[in-house]
C-alpha cells in the first residue's frame, strides 16, 4: 500500500533531525578526545616524560673504597687490593647446575663457594648478579672469558677487597670486615642504604668495627636503563660517592710485632704506653689469628681450631682480659696510705710470714718473713704483711677511690672491641653483688690485689704511667683521622702529693735496679736507660691448708691452667720516663721470672726504636739474648709483607 506524500515527508524530517543530534554528539566525542590528546602531549608533556623516565632508569648505589688504617710512621695496616671475583645472573644462565659444573671444571672453586651461591640465588631475584668465588688470579680470569661462550651468565668482574699485610701481629687491635649479617642490621642504628647491598663489608671487630662510621665512606650511584621485567640494559651514567677516610693509629707495627715475637709461645699480654701524650705503641695479645682468613671466609678446619686452642687465641687478652693485679697493685695500697698519713714512709711493721686477721691467717710469700720492713723495702722485697697490715688503716672505700684514680675499675674510650672495665671492689658494690656485707679479710686480700680485685694489662699500664709522671695520662689509639690530629692523652697533675709519689719510684726503681729487688733479673745496664718496675704474682686457686702441711704444691707441679698469672709493670728511663710497659703471661708462676724479662727486651726495642745492643743487657745474659733476637728475627722475616723485606 502506497504512503501518502505527506507522511514520507514528515518521516524525512524525523531521520534528519536524528542524524544532525547523532553528528554533533560524535563530533563533540571527537573534540572532547583531541582537547584531552592537545593537553596531554603539549600541556602534560614533561610530567609524563618523567613518568616514563622514572619507569626506564633505576639507581643503584655504588659502594666507596674502605679508608685505609696506618700505623704513626704510616705503614698500612689495612688496605684494598683489587679482587677478581666471578659472578652469574640465573637467568641468563639457563641450565644453573650445568653451567657451575662446567664453571668448577675450568676453575677450582671450593664446595662451599658453591654451596652459598645456590643458598643467595635462592633469596635473590633471578637477574640479580650472585657471586661465585673471589680473589681469583688474573690467569682463572683468562680461562673465564676465552670460556665465555661456554658460560652463559657468568662473567669476572673486578672490585676491592679488604687486606691485612701484617697478619695476626695486628689482628686483634685492627680486626676484620665481613659481610654484613642480619644480627648487624638488628645492631645498626643508622641503616645505611649501602648495608642492603649483597656482601657488603663492614668491620666486625677491633678499629674497624669502632671506626666503621669513619672508615665506610658515601655510597655513589649509577643509572641504568632496565626493560619492563627489571633486566639492566645498558648503564647510562654514574657519580663517585665519598670514599672512607684514612685513620693513623698510635701503633708502631715494628714494636707491635716484636712485641707479637717475644711472645710467642705464651698466652700473654703486652701493651707499651707513650708518657708524652698516652699514645699506645703497642698491644699485643699472644697468641694471636691472622684477620685474613674471615675476609676471605675462614674454613671449619681454622675455625675450629682457633676455638679449641687453650690459649685463646681469638681473644685480645691485652684489653679484654681481667686478672687479679697481684703485687703490682701494691702501689695503690701503699700511695692511699701514704696520702691519708695512716703510715710514714720511714714507718716499720714486723712481717713473721704471716698476719692474723679475724682469726684467719694471711700468708706472706716468704715463708719465713722479712722482718721489720718499711714502705721502701716492702716493695723491693714484695712483703704482703706489710700491706695486710696497712690495708685495715686504709679501709677499702679509699683503696677503690686510689685504684679509680689509678685507672683501675674504670673503662677507657678504646676503638676496640670488648674493652674489660676491671673491679676496683669496695662496700656497696659487694652489697649491691651479693648482699653481703665487707668482710676485713676482703680488704686484706685487696690489699695484695688478691679476691675480687680485677685490672686488664692496659689498666695496669695506665695505672704505671700515671705513677711515673704524676699526670692523668689517658690512653689514646687514634693518632689522626683524615691527617686531622686527635687531642692528645696526657692529662691534668694527679691530685697526689708529689713527694709521696717520688718515694713510690724510688722503691720500683730498688725493685729492678737492687740485686736483692725481685725484678733485678730484668735489669737494663746501659746508664741513662735503667728501668723501673713492679713484679706480681695472681694466685689462680687458694692454696689450702692440707697443701701447705705437705709443703705447699709448686706451680711446676700443677697443670698449666691452675697455675699462677706472672705480672710486671715497669717505666724507662727512671729519670726522665718515656714508656710505661704491663705484660702479664697467663699460667707463667712468678712474674719476677716469666714476665719480667718480656716486658725488659719490650722496653729496650721501644727506647732504641729497633733491636738494641747487648751492651744494655747484663752480661751473664748476652749469649742467650744474641740467640733470641736471631730467633725472633728470622719469625718477623718469615711473617713480614714482601716489600719490607727488601
Known sequence: ????????????????????????AQLGVVGVLGWRMRSMQIDQADQFRLLADENRINVRLVPPARG????????????????????????????????????????????????????????????????????????????????????????????????????????????YVGPVSD???????????????????????????????ILRGTAGTKRIEVNALGRVMREIDRQSGEPGRDVQ??????????????????????????????????????????????????????????????????????????????????????????????????????????????????????????????????????????????????????????????????????????????????????????????????TVNASIGQGYVLASPLQLAIMTARIATGRMVTPRLVKSIGGVEEPSGLGDV??????????????????????RGTGARARIVTAGYEMAGKTGTSQVRRITAEERARGVISNEDLPWERRDHALFVCYAPRENPRFAIAVVVEHGGGGSIAASPIARDIMLQALYDGPPPLDAYPEADRAAIAEQQKRIADRIAQIRPAQDRV
Not at 638488628?186 to 663489608?201: H, K, T, V
Request: net charge negative; hydrophobic share 40%; proline share 5%.
Open 1 to 24: 500500500m502506497k504512503r501518502p506524500a505527506k507522511d514520507n515527508e514528515f518521516s524525512s524530517r524525523q531521520i534528519g533531525r536524528r542524524a544532525l543530534l547523532l553528528g554533533t
Open 68 to 175: 685505609l688504617i696506618f700505623d704513626r710512621n704510616g705503614i698500612p695496616l689495612a688496605e684494598n687490593e683489587q679482587n677478581y671475583r666471578v659472578v652469574m645472573v640465573r637467568e641468563d644462565a639457563g641450565d644453573v647446575d650445568a653451567v657451575l659444573a662446567r664453571l668448577q671444571s675450568i676453575v677450582a672453586i671450593p664446595p662451599e663457594n658453591i654451596a652459598r651461591a645456590r643458598e643467595d640465588m635462592a633469596k635473590l631475584s633471578s637477574f640479580v648478579p650472585v657471586t661465585i668465588a673471589e680473589r681469583l688470579s688474573w690467569d682463572d680470569v683468562a680461562k673465564i672469558n676465552i670460556n665465555a661462550p661456554a658460560l652463559p651468565g657468568v662473567s669476572a668482574e673486578v672490585g676491592l677487597s679488604r687486606r691485612y699485610p701484617y697478619g695476626a701481629d695486628v689482628g686483634h687491635v685492627v680486626g
Open 249 to 442: 693509629l698510635t701503633l708502631d707495627e715494628r714494636l707491635q710485632s716484636y712485641a707479637q715475637a717475644r711472645m710467642d709461645g705464651e698466652s700473654a699480654a703486652a701493651v707499651v704506653m707513650d708518657l708524652e701524650n698516652g699514645d699506645l705503641r703497642a698491644i699485643a695479645s699472644a697468641p694471636s689469628f691472622d684477620p685474613n682468613l674471615f675476609v676471605r671466609g675462614i674454613s671449619v678446619k681454622d675455625w675450629t681450631g682457633l676455638n679449641e686452642d687453650i690459649y685463646r687465641p681469638l681473644a685480645a687478652k691485652a684489653v679484654q682480659g681481667a686478672y687479679p693485679p697481684g703485687s703490682t697493685f701494691k702501689m695503690v695500697t701503699a700511695l692511699a696510705a701514704l696520702e691519708m698519713g695512716v703510715i710514714s714512709p720511714d714507718e716499720t711493721i714486723y712481717c713473721p710470714g704471716y698476719t692474723e686477721v679475724g682469726g684467719s691467717r694471711f700468708h706472706c710469700w716468704k715463708r719465713a718473713g722479712h722482718g721489720n720492713v718499711n714502705f721502701h723495702d716492702s716493695l723491693k722485697y714484695s712483703c704482703d704483711c706489710y700491706y695486710y697490715e696497712v690495708s685495715q688503716r686504709v679501709g677499702i672505700d679509699k683503696m677503690a677511690e686510689f685504684a679509680r684514680m689509678f685507672g683501675i675499675g674504670v673503662r677507657h674510650d678504646l676503638p676496640l672491641s670488648a674493652i674489660s672495665t676491671g673491679l676496683a671492689p669496695d662496700k656497696a658494690w659487694k652489697t649491691e653483688t651479693y648482699g653481703e656485707d665487707w668482710r676485713i679479710g676482703d
Open 183 to 213: 644480627y648487624d642490621l638488628s645492631q645498626i642504628e643508622d641503616q645505611d642504604p649501602l648495608l642492603q647491598i649483597p656482601r657488603f663489608q663492614i668491620g666486625k671487630t677491633g678499629a674497624e668495627n669502632k671506626l666503621e662510621q
Open 494 to 515: 694527679l691530685p697526689v702529693n708529689e713527694n709521696m709519689l717520688r718515694r713510690c719510684r724510688a722503691s720500683m726503681d730498688s725493685v729492678v735496679n737492687d740485686r
